[in-house]
């Protein structure tokens, strides 16, 4: 027989992070019905505080699962990090690998998505790291420069899918444009969590980042227009104003993250491809080569 008391002997912090997600249960929602802080909660999920199996057994009452699914062992072995597929395979732009970050950035994002970035302090997201307040200025200066750091990893991240999507469409613009709209749903759906920051915290950034960070965006922006030029030119696009039309689409993509719900009728990637045909449809794009 064990201890309540005793400790789980198994990383279960990538397997209450799973289930949580599938029953779509926040990680601040899941911290106060057990009591702990968010900070806390997350540093169970980063194994970063190995639970008893007692607070085990309340997490897996709440999510209403049984506790041997906490136990199965982890599901990835973090080390070492699995790289994305996308950033090495021009056709793997539809998958998508665990987020490889450190764990101060880790706990950053999630705390930064629980309570947002004002009400989040220094102390919570050491907390969710398993490392001191001073540990985490050793590694960044400021809170500041996490977010920062999460705007710059959401950027790179989102415009390497978008040339690999691109590319793949070939010499036709219009495919070339729905891939890269796909693309980016699929993005807010799968990394959620940290896209949802980069949604709602951009009026937090500072000076000088903010003005790079907005003309970075821009940038992709242009890289999405550019392709909705050439099909245009080519008479693939009945809509008179595209480009007004095309921000709609991408903010369209970007409230994603507000609503799907994983354990819901569509995957991720139905979820997308429909969001590519969406576009297609409020542009009303034909074939440009036929």
């Known amino acids: 027989m064990f201890s309540m008391a005793e400790r789980a002997a198994v990383a279960v912090g990538p397997n209450v992070r799973r289930e949580r997600n599938l029953v779509g249960v926040t990680l601040r929602e899941l911290a106060a019905r057990i009591g702990v802080s968010v900070g806390t909660m997350s540093a169970i999920e980063n194994d970063k505080v190995s639970p008893t199996l007692m607070r085990l057994q309340e997490i897996a009452d709440e999510l209403q699962i049984p506790i041997k699914r906490l136990l199965s062992g982890p599901v990835a072995d973090p080390s070492p990090p699995v790289p994305d597929p996308a950033a090495t395979d021009a056709s793997a732009w539809r998958e998508f690998a665990p987020l490889s970050v450190d764990p101060v950035l880790r706990s950053a994002i999630d705390v930064f998505t629980e309570t947002g970035y004002h009400a989040a ?12 307040v001073a540990g985490v200025y050793h590694h960044y200066r400021s809170k500041q420069s996490l977010l920062v750091a999460i705007f710059e990893l959401i950027i790179e991240e989102v415009r ?17 444009y729905s891939n890269m709209v796909e693309a980016l749903a699929l993005y807010y759906v799968v990394r959620s969590d940290i896209a949802v920051v980069g949604t709602n915290e ?54 994603l993250p507000q609503w799907f719900d994983p354990t819901g009728p569509l995957s991720p990637e139905q979820i997308a491809q429909e969001y590519a045909g969406h576009a297609r449809a409020m542009l009303g794009m034909r074939p440009a080569y036929s």
């Open 121 to 132: 302090t220094m102390r919570i997201i050491a907390d969710g790291a398993g490392i001191s």
């Open 160 to 176: 390497v899918r978008l040339i690999r999507a691109r590319d793949e469409g070939g010499a036709d613009p219009v495919e070339r």
């Open 202 to 255: 951009t009026r937090s950034l500072e000076e000088p980042a903010a003005g790079r960070i907005a003309a970075e965006r821009r940038g992709m922006q242009d890289l999405m227009d550019a392709e909705l030029d050439r099909a245009a030119a080519a008479g693939a696009v009945v809509h008179p104003r595209p480009h007004t039309t095309a921000r709609a689409v991408t903010t369209m993509c970007a409230a």
